[in-house]
């Protein structure tokens, strides 16, 4: 541990929880628009359709889906893979930003499948796919059997990862829309919001932007939220304009010097989360949201659970099925607890369905051990 670190206070791990929700906009719901809140959090995991939407409804006020299912039909917020691979729902301009700055992960990624595309030319590949998609949008199903008339003896597989890989592939309309969607059909970022995107970008605007939204955090956490290695310099660089603080294990974070840091007892109300949130995802050491012990309930295989935060940290998962709302607790909770989270569950039903007056059968099931 340096001098400079040691020096630096302590921030413990209620300190950090109540840091990162206020920067989540989980402490307080915020009056921000849908598409601004999408930029302020750096994008939202989309990997399945409905998580955006309920991920703002648990942190905007006044939210609706439709405010952010319009956004999408009108172009101004696109879903389409970025940081760690996975997919997620942009604002036009930071898609045509981010995906540029995560693009050497990308490129990485591919060295996984270097046996299935031997003799590709992924410069090629890449041309031909552009042309493929920009020229009428396309499922991958069917970009992969057009590659495969190129290039017969190569994997399948192996060659639609490769086109989402050196690709910014965005999932056309009315794929992501509220109470619409449909099948994976993928065009271009850049064709499909009529302009270029922007030159490899240097990371420092970017690891400001993270600690607004993620901070106080280090930079191994800040290469986790990205998928992203090598990322110490630009820390360095923007250490002159930044504040530091270790965590209970010596860990040095970063923070921006007005960042909001709320008194660690600062009440933090209840919360339902979708499934791959971003807030569970975002950092190398994610104690500050739930003790290690809980990491395996909160996922079964490659699925995970959406799940509850009582107090600010994990507490429990949830699942809607029809009109019935299961919660699974991690520990019982008081009798006002339950009903803070019963009434924050009747909250987010009436903002998904758009009435007040639906009634959901809310259950506690058994203690999830």
């Given amino acids: 541990m340096t001098k400079k670190t040691s020096a630096a206070p302590v921030l413990g791990t209620r300190a950090l929880n109540r840091a990162t929700l206020a920067r989540q906009l989980l402490l307080r719901r915020s009056d921000l628009g849908a598409k601004e809140a999408v930029e302020h959090l750096l994008g939202l995991q989309a990997q399945n359709v409905k998580p955006p ?16 299912s319009q956004l999408m039909a009108d172009r101004e917020v696109v879903r ?36 299935g595309l031997e003799g590709v030319d992924l410069d090629r590949l890449a041309s031909i796919s552009r042309e493929l998609v920009e020229a009428e949008p396309r499922t991958m199903k069917q970009l992969r059997e057009a590659l495969l008339v190129e290039w017969p003896d190569a994997d399948p597989f192996a060659l639609s990862v490769a086109a989402r890989c050196r690709l910014p592939l965005v999932q056309v309309t009315p794929r992501g829309l509220w109470g619409r969607s449909g099948q994976v059909t993928l065009t271009t970022a850049e064709h499909w919001l009529d302009r270029p995107s922007e030159p490899t970008p240097a990371p420092d605007a970017t690891v400001l932007r993270y600690l607004a939204a993620f901070g106080p955090a280090s930079v191994k956490d800040m290469q986790t939220w990205a998928g992203l290695t090598r990322l110490r310099e630009a820390f360095e660089r923007l250490r002159p304009q ?8 010596g860990v040095e974070l970063f923070d921006l010097p007005d960042a909001p840091r709320p008194d660690a007892d600062t009440p933090a109300p209840p919360r339902f989360l979708p499934e791959f949130d971003n807030l569970l995802l975002s950092h190398a050491d994610r104690t500050r949201m739930g003790s290690a012990d809980l990491k395996g309930r909160t996922w079964k295989g490659n699925q995970a659970y959406c799940v509850l935060l009582v107090d600010g940290f994990l507490s429990g998962v949830w699942r809607q099925e029809g009109e019935v709302l299961t919660i699974e607790l991690f520990y019982p909770l008081t009798k006002s607890r339950r009903e803070e989270v019963v009434a924050e569950a009747e909250r987010m039903t009436a903002t998904m369905t758009g009435s007040s007056s639906t009634l959901y059968d809310i259950r506690f099931g058994t203690v999830v051990k």
């Avoid at 893979?81 to 990624?109: F, G």
């Avoid at 930044?242 to 294990?249: I, P, Y």
Wanted: no cysteine.
């Fill in 80 to 115: 389409l893979v970025t940081m760690r691979s996975t997919i997620h729902t942009h604002s036009a301009d930071d898609a045509l930003t981010l995906r540029p700055l995560v693009q050497a992960a990308r490129d990485r990624e591919l060295n996984q499948f270097r046996k």
């Fill in 242 to 249: 930044l504040v530091t603080f270790r965590d209970e294990n």
């Fill in 53 to 68: 939407y309920y991920a703002l409804a648990a942190r905007l006020e006044g939210f609706t889906p439709e405010a952010l």
